[in-house]
């Protein structure tokens, strides 16, 4: 079993910067798959970044590439992303997960095994 447990998320304004971390415990996070997905009250879960075992592999969402930045650290059993020139629409709950099965990267949520109970991010105008 692996338990993921976000913080970072808060209140900032539009053009500001967050950055979420995601923290493993339970497993070393090193044999998994990574990754971040957000979700708002009226719109389905959405995949927002994903990184291989690894760390060479990085795959992004087509609303947060070139603004948001995944990363990991084995050593602290920790995914970060990174979050800038924050937008409105990126208000959400995010969400880390992790995935034993995942060759390199994955931007689906079945493939994932284990999730986080979610980090709020509200970007204001």
């Known amino acids: 079993q692996v338990q993921l447990v976000e913080s970072g998320g808060g209140l900032v304004q539009a053009g500001g910067s967050l950055r979420l971390s995601c923290l493993a415990s339970g497993r070393t996070l090193k044999t998994y798959a990574v990754g971040w997905f957000r979700q708002t009250p009226t719109k389905a879960r959405e995949f927002v970044a994903s990184m291989d075992k690894g760390g060479g592999i990085t795959e992004y969402g087509d609303s947060v590439r070139g603004r948001f930045t995944i990363s990991r650290d084995n050593s602290l059993n920790t995914v970060f992303l990174d979050m800038n020139s924050l937008k409105p629409e990126d208000t959400a709950v995010y969400y880390c997960?992790?995935?034993?099965?995942?060759?390199?990267?994955?931007?689906?949520?079945?493939?994932?095994?284990?999730w986080g109970q979610g980090t709020q991010v509200t970007v204001s105008s």
């Open positions: 997960a992790a995935g034993q099965r995942i060759l390199t990267i994955a931007t689906v949520t079945p493939l994932y095994d284990y």
